[in-house]
């Protein structure tokens, strides 16, 4: 990898964890409903890149079943999440999608498992549930909860795309932003009264925050790091997006002072360690949630 395009992904991997933090301060900080944030953001995806929407690529059930799980669904349950859970536990269990994806394309793809693979899906499962552990019991009624169920969503988004030739980085973002504004809005409407209020009332503080994701995050960031895994293997540029859940927990610490123990370390480390060796014999299903989970 050349020089100029290690400092890109090392800037894309920035900007993903930095956002991550974002959206944390934005939703649960300034008030702004995770529905209706999701819902603008979208909005604003969508019109950036509409351009790119047509021709539709086939077949267009296929992509609308994606743009919803990989958008709507994986966003709506990512920011419910970040409302109560920290950016760090976010961080970690977010990892979960990776061997979800992994799983789900042997059933669904008939791809097989080797020992390697098994292992860091293991490692990484038993990662976070060390995150999720409380000295109770497992904290099943927190935000974390969401969060897998994001990754569970992602990662069915991700394998269904594996199944699509031809579709380009900014036309999948044009569609995954035409399927996903429409019901976030409508359910945003339904169980958020009150939503634009909040959100005039959250100032310019909301616009920065979502324009940043819209824009930065998800048309910028989510481009360049498409075009480098249309340059080099897989398996060189998986591993090095583990530098966007490190920065998220060092940018949480740091920016939303989030509670990061010897326990959620120690989670973090196993978390990150099993996806390390399952990143390093990747499928297209894999690279494309590598993508996908980093994209708050």
């Known amino acids: 990898m050349t020089l100029r395009d290690f400092v890109l992904l090392v800037a894309v991997c920035l900007v993903w964890a930095l956002n991550n933090v974002i959206s944390k301060i934005v939703i649960a900080h300034m008030g702004v409903p995770p529905l209706f944030y999701a819902a603008v953001r979208f909005a604003i995806v969508a019109a950036a890149v509409s351009p790119w929407l047509l021709p539709a690529p086939r077949p267009i059930w296929r992509l609308i079943a994606v743009g919803l ?11 419910v999440g970040l409302k109560t859970a920290s950016p760090s536990g976010v961080a970690v269990v977010s990892q979960l999608g990776v ?5 789900l394309s042997v059933l669904i793809l008939g791809e097989r498992i080797r020992w390697r693979r098994g292992l860091g899906i293991a490692l990484t499962f038993i990662g976070a549930l060390t995150v999720i552990w409380d000295p109770r019991g497992v904290a099943l009624s927190g935000g974390l909860l969401f969060i ?13 795309m594996k199944q699509m030739d031809g579709v380009r980085p900014l036309q999948f973002q044009a569609w995954v932003g035409f399927c996903s504004f429409p019901p976030l809005a409508a359910l945003s409407a339904f169980v958020e009264p009150g939503q634009v209020a909040a959100g005039v009332s959250a100032g310019w503080g909301f616009v920065a925050g979502v324009v940043f994701s819209a824009l930065v995050v998800s048309v910028a960031a989510h481009t360049a790091y498409y075009g480098l895994i249309q340059r080099y293997e897989a398996n060189l540029i998986s591993p090095l997006t583990l530098m966007t859940p490190l920065a998220t927990i060092g940018f949480g610490v740091a920016i939303t002072h989030d509670h990061f123990d010897l326990r959620m370390a120690v989670g973090a480390a196993i978390a990150l360690l099993g996806v390390l060796i399952i990143a390093l014999r990747p ?13 708050v």
């Open 69 to 79: 799980l990989m958008g709507a669904g994986n966003f709506a349950l990512l920011f």
């Open 99 to 103: 061997p979800i994806t992994t799983l």
């Open 148 to 160: 897998v169920g994001s990754a569970f969503t992602g990662s069915l988004g991700a394998v269904m």
């Open 283 to 295: 499928n297209r299903a894999a690279s494309l949630l590598l993508l996908m989970r980093n994209r």
